[in-house]
């Protein structure tokens, strides 16, 4: 970076660069504004849908606790009742909580990183698009009478159990799994984003703490969401083919349920909290007016929650009979999230007294949200007692103690980033009277609600419960309650009617209304991508320490002023430093992305209904659309090697390896899909561990089968590596025929790992060991298919004439792809072909 100031070009030149700025970054109109990838309006959606599922699960909480209110209540029936509450945590867990944080994520990283976009609006569009068909899905089941109705945690063998939960079950499993879809092609979103698209000069230790919590939480999903999707995985082929993984009398445990589900369950609460700290974060210096103290004992804090909050999944399951020493480990982890998590708060604290607080509506909200959510924690380290959690376990005191946590936690930090940020959205303030009462009402109605539920549940009131007899005397803390909900759904419904109000009268807000002091209020309200020049970044606190930074920017003075070259660009920097390294081109409007969405919401919906020719129609018709995708949208040779950038400086418009963002992201996306087969060993090793003799005299794979698979992988992945050496010395027809033989070598490893279990005659549906040893065998087999499609895919290319020695990001990131493979492959056939015989 030079540090220098591009030239002041006359007006008349700077408004042609503007022209073609918006010319290329335009948003389409009519039907094809749904095509758009840009990610504020990709963030726009994705919001909006979000609290349109949060109403909904807000009315169904209003009708729990209408037939709750008096004893003996008929109002709901008893299955009825059942469809709500497990809707309604649903959909505030999986369809609010998560989402309405990447949608704001998506909305204000670009303009709070300086970045013109993230680096993959296509994929933020795809994801959308998953989420809103499968929470319809989802949310839609009920009325219809089909919504799932075991709780949202869906415990076996209750909802293994067909003819009680009909297809409910099946309709949450494969809803929430792709769902699930769209959270982890977020978070790759992000973390590339906040990595590789930072402003020149933003280093690591610059970015904005809402961008360090988010990248917290992005890591998160990968770690937490894979084991839900294997338990989704081994739940669904239990019901729909009776393979027996939770069934007891054939060698399964329920228990493993548990175990997955709440590996992903603690850490989600934490997913949800971070992003609401994030807001504080920002929130609190604005209206104290000076820079947080103790950014680095901050963020380390933040990792350190994160960190600590995969250790604490087992505090959920201190009543299944555990061994002492995991009952003392589990409730001393615990116990010791409180101490980053308090951190944090004291981290605000010290910034508000250092600094002249200005008590407005956002930091009202914020300061409530904080109170409430400390009363959520103490009752936490209540519960994080063993033999306290014994006594309060499934009671309404957890009811209470979840509430306080996820509403104190989340919901009024979220209100008060509504206030805070809606300048930056509509150029309009929200109006400072209506929010002070819909705060009011909100903080009474909420403690009024939820305080008293400790007390009936002290009294030895049982969670879901549709009704309840009066000599219990729980009545009155019920009927309380339900005063409360109401007066606290009418607070929220006035900021709902404050964000949806007519606003043409109302004079507009000034650029940066709060004084703060991120780049995301440079572009308040002006344009639907990022901001007009990339700066230069030399502090935590741009618009306060670099006086004429809006100026220069609005003159095009910093880097990519013009759009001259008619595409999309946004600038790559490094992971650490933040020093410029290429220009990408970032994909533009496409049907695609709604096209492959679609598809394979296809997939899941025909899963559920068990319409197989549907759903192999549906895959392929996915398959062919994501290939279209990748063949048109990403990679592509640009007609010079070097883009002028300004500032005198010229940086490469192709990278491939480490250098790209397309390695970054086949990297992340196999974290996360390692993160599930690691899930898939770790219920192999648990029936192994639990039984004195895991194979109970079931017949296994044997060792020659299971080891020759083992094999013929390390060699295709040598031929891969092979090919991208062959590639790298110019050697085109080498580097075919490596892939070629790979090919070969590929599905003869397929074949050998299905051949052990199939040869031997295991049969899944007996016990639970030839199932766990098949779900495996077929795990793995599925992932030599996709390395087939990706071989195949780079042989066209080569063939094309797109992959080359200097043009070669496929390559890379298929060879990436094999480094996971392989180590999935000799995993897995290791385990299958010397387990439990080494025992």
């Known amino acids: 970076m030079t540090g220098k100031l591009g030239p002041l070009l006359p007006q008349d030149q700077r408004e042609a660069q503007d022209k073609r700025l918006r010319d290329v970054w335009k948003t389409p109109s009519g039907w094809r504004y749904w095509t758009s990838v840009n990610n504020s309006e990709i963030g726009l959606w994705y919001g909006c849908t979000a609290f349109i599922f949060m109403l909904f699960a807000g009315v169904l909480a209003l009708l729990i606790r209408l037939q709750l209110a008096v004893p003996d209540n008929t109002f709901l029936s008893a299955n009825f009742f059942n469809q709500a509450f497990t809707l309604h945590g649903t959909v505030m867990m999986f369809l609010f909580a998560v989402p309405i944080f990447e949608a704001v994520a998506i909305f204000l990283l670009p303009s709070m990183l300086g970045a013109r976009e993230l680096p993959f609006p296509r994929l933020s569009a795809f994801g959308f698009w998953s989420f809103a068909i499968g929470g319809v899905f989802v949310c839609g089941s009920i009325f219809f009478g089909a919504a799932p109705n075991s709780g949202w945690f869906m415990y076996p063998p209750l909802a293994t159990d067909k003819e009680q939960t009909g297809i409910g079950a099946d309709i949450w499993l494969l809803g929430l799994s792709f769902i699930e879809v769209a959270s982890i092609a977020a978070a790759v979103e992000l973390i590339v984003g906040i990595m590789k698209c930072r402003a020149p000069g933003m280093r690591v230790n610059m970015m904005p703490l809402f961008a360090w919590y988010l990248l917290i939480v992005a890591g998160m999903i990968l770690f937490a ?470 194979a109970e005299g079931q017949v296994g794979p044997g060792w020659q089968w299971p080891l020759a698979a083992a094999a013929l992988f390390v060699i295709a992945w040598g031929c891969m590596l092979l090919a991208r050496f062959a590639n790298t010395r110019n050697l085109a027809s080498t580097m075919r025929l490596s892939i070629a033989v790979s090919f070969l070598l590929t599905i003869a490893g397929v074949a050998a790992g299905l051949m052990g279990p199939y040869q031997h005659a295991m049969e899944p549906t007996l016990h639970v060991y030839p199932a766990t040893v098949w779900i495996l065998a077929i795990w793995t087999s599925t992932h030599g298919a996709v390395a087939l499609i990706m071989q195949l895919y780079c042989l066209a290319r080569s063939y094309a004439g797109y992959l080359t020695a200097d043009y070669d990001q496929d390559l890379c990131n298929v060879v990436l792809y094999w480094h996971f493979m392989v180590f999935t492959a000799v995993v897995t056939y290791l385990t299958i072909g010397l387990f439990p015989e080494l025992r």
């Open 225 to 694: 969401f894979p084991p839900l999707i294997a338990g989704d995985l081994l739940f669904e082929m239990q019901r729909m083919f009776d393979w027996p993984f939770f069934d007891a009398e054939r060698g399964g445990d329920p228990l493993l349920w548990q175990h997955l589900f709440w590996i992903f369950g603690h850490p989600e609460v934490y997913i949800i909290f971070l992003p609401a700290i994030a807001l504080m974060a920002m929130i609190v210096p604005t209206f104290s007016q000076r820079p947080i103290v103790g950014y680095s004992w901050i963020v380390l804090a933040a990792v350190g929650t994160g960190f600590l909050s995969f250790g604490l999944w087992v505090h959920h399951m201190f009543t299944t009979g555990l061994p002492q020493i995991s009952l003392a480990f589990f409730s001393a982890a615990s116990e010791a999230v409180v101490i980053p998590t308090g951190v944090q708060i004291f981290v605000f604290i010290a910034t508000m007294l250092a600094g002249r607080v200005i008590f407005s509506v956002p930091m009202l909200f914020g300061a409530g949200g904080l109170a409430i959510f400390i009363i959520g924690g103490l009752t936490g380290v209540m519960v994080a007692l063993v033999p306290f959690d014994w006594q309060a376990h499934d009671t309404y005191f957890i009811v209470a103690h979840l509430h306080y946590v996820l509403i104190g936690g989340m919901l009024f930090p979220v209100t008060a980033g509504i206030y805070y940020f809606y300048p930056f959205f509509n150029g309009k303030k929200l109006s400072d009277t209506w929010g002070r009462i819909a705060f009011w009402l909100m903080f009474v109605g909420f403690n009024v609600a939820f305080f008293p539920m400790h007390f009936a549940g002290l009294r030895g009131m049982p969670r879901r419960v549709f009704t309840y007899p009066a000599e219990m005397g729980w009545d009155w803390f019920n009927l309380i309650s339900t005063v409360g909900a109401f007066v606290f759904a009418a607070g929220f419904l006035i900021v709902v009617a404050d964000v949806v109000r007519p606003k043409t009268r109302q004079a507009p807000a000034k650029p940066n209304p709060w004084n703060a002091g991120t780049m995301e209020w440079l572009n308040q309200h002006e344009e639907s991508w990022g901001i007009r020049s990339i700066p230069i970044i030399k502090s935590r606190y741009p618009l306060w320490d670099q006086p004429d930074l809006r100026k220069n920017i609005e003159d095009g003075r910093y880097y990519l002023p013009d759009a001259e070259t008619g595409h999309r660009e946004t600038l790559v920097t490094s992971v650490l430093d933040g020093a410029p390294q290429q220009v990408l081109r970032v994909g533009g409007s496409s049907y695609v992305t709604m096209i492959a969405a679609f598809l394979l919401g296809g997939v899941f919906i025909a899963l559920t209904y068990e319409w197989w020719w549907t759903t192999i129609i549906c895959a392929i018709g996915t398959l062919i659309a994501i290939l279209y995708w990748l063949w048109t949208g990403t990679a592509q040779i640009p007609e010079a090697e070097m883009r002028d950038a300004g500032l005198g400086e010229r940086f490469p418009l192709y990278v491939s390896g480490p250098a790209s963002v397309g390695w970054w992201a086949m990297f992340i996306t196999m974290v996360g899909d390692g993160t599930a087969f690691a899930s898939l060993i770790f219920g192999y090793f648990f029936y192994w561990t639990i039984h004195d003799d895991f």
